[in-house]
């Protein structure tokens, strides 16, 4: 029986990988994050406060659950965030990676992070696992910066770089597709860049991957995302099509008009092959993926899109 440890959990994605993880036999699982309490029943899974910046804690945490998976979901992936509070950012996505590493490699287990194509300059997109990285952002220096730390740490670890993550769980931030459906369901209009182009991913699609990665004993640098390749304007202009919503609410704009303090990769986009065939995966495409948000959405009485959020930015 595999010992995983999600870290974040609170998260989208630590949400995802905790009730995909757990209905399995194979794995005994813990989940932490830095709330003093998980967004699933008391009890239903071992779950332990933790501040992954905090040194002494992750030592202590890791050293009592002694896992042999460390998945690290926790991380400030607010861009602009990160290029105004650049102490925080550092502190969380770089300093919370080293702990991390430092006590998993005591007890000998694995680490699987998560990464972004933030690490790339987006002048020459999609990416496949062997392109140069040239962030242009302080997020994607500081993911850069912990991927590089994983890799002379003397750790097994495994890197999974994605990006447009989306999807529908219990009081987290909201996610680009959320915001969306929000603001169009009340009739308002969106500004949407339409010369940033990347892979939207569902949440879903990638902790499946996650557990593949783990079945497989997978190392190394994967991209994983979505199968479609679009602007932010087209992803915005599917996702009203496909809910019903008046598509003139949509407009677009360039990235340079938003006056967003963190630059951003203009043409992104991932090469996904390496996963699909060393993992067995098939990445959902944008109108699969709405399916799959609507659905979830439609499954619950409270809409998440108007839910509280925790408080916090790096659970």
């Known amino acids: 029986m595999k010992r995983i440890l999600i870290t974040g959990s609170n998260g989208l994605l630590g949400q ?4 995909l ?3 399995g036999s194979d794995y005994e699982l813990f989940l932490s994050s830095k709330h003093e309490s998980s967004v699933f029943e ?3 899974i071992t779950y332990r406060q933790l501040d992954i910046t905090n040194r002494n804690d992750v030592r202590r945490v890791v050293d009592e659950l002694q896992p042999q998976f460390v998945i690290n979901t926790a991380a400030i992936t607010n861009v602009d965030q990160c290029e105004t509070e650049r102490e925080l950012a550092w502190n969380v996505n770089v300093a919370g990676v080293e702990n991390l590493a430092i006590a998993s490699k005591l007890v000998g287990a694995k680490i699987i992070q998560f990464s972004t194509d933030y690490v790339f300059d987006g002048k020459a997109g999609p990416y496949d696992e062997d392109a140069r990285p040239n962030p242009l952002s302080y997020y994607g220096r500081t993911k850069l910066a912990s991927e590089n730390v994983l890799r002379t740490s003397g ?3 495994t890197i999974v770089r994605t990006m447009v993550l989306y999807g529908v769980a219990l009081r987290t931030r909201v996610n680009f597709v959320l915001w969306l459906i929000h603001e169009l369901e009340h009739g308002k209009t ?3 860049v339409d010369d940033q182009y990347g892979n939207p991913t569902l949440a879903d699609d990638l902790a499946y991957a996650v557990l593949k990665i783990i079945a497989f004993d997978r190392e190394g640098v994967y991209h994983i995302a979505g199968s479609e390749l ?6 915005a202009v599917k996702l009203a099509r496909h809910f019903g919503f008046d598509k003139k609410l949509v407009t677009a704009a360039k990235s340079v008009a938003l006056k967003q303090p963190a630059p951003r990769p203009l043409r992104s986009g991932f090469i996904t092959l390496k996963a699909e065939t060393q993992l067995g995966i098939k990445m959902s495409n944008v109108e699969q ?3 799959i948000v609507k659905n979830q959405l ?3 009485k409270k809409k998440f899109v108007d839910a509280a959020p925790i408080p916090g930015k790096h659970g």
């Open 289 to 291: 993926g709405l399916t």
């Open 21 to 23: 993880l757990s209905r």
């Open 230 to 235: 679009l602007s932010r304007y087209e992803f």
């Open 16 to 19: 995802k990988l905790a009730v």
């Open 190 to 192: 969106v500004r949407v």
């Open 155 to 157: 750790n097994p670890f």
């Open 42 to 44: 008391e009890g239903e």
């Open 298 to 300: 439609g499954a619950t």
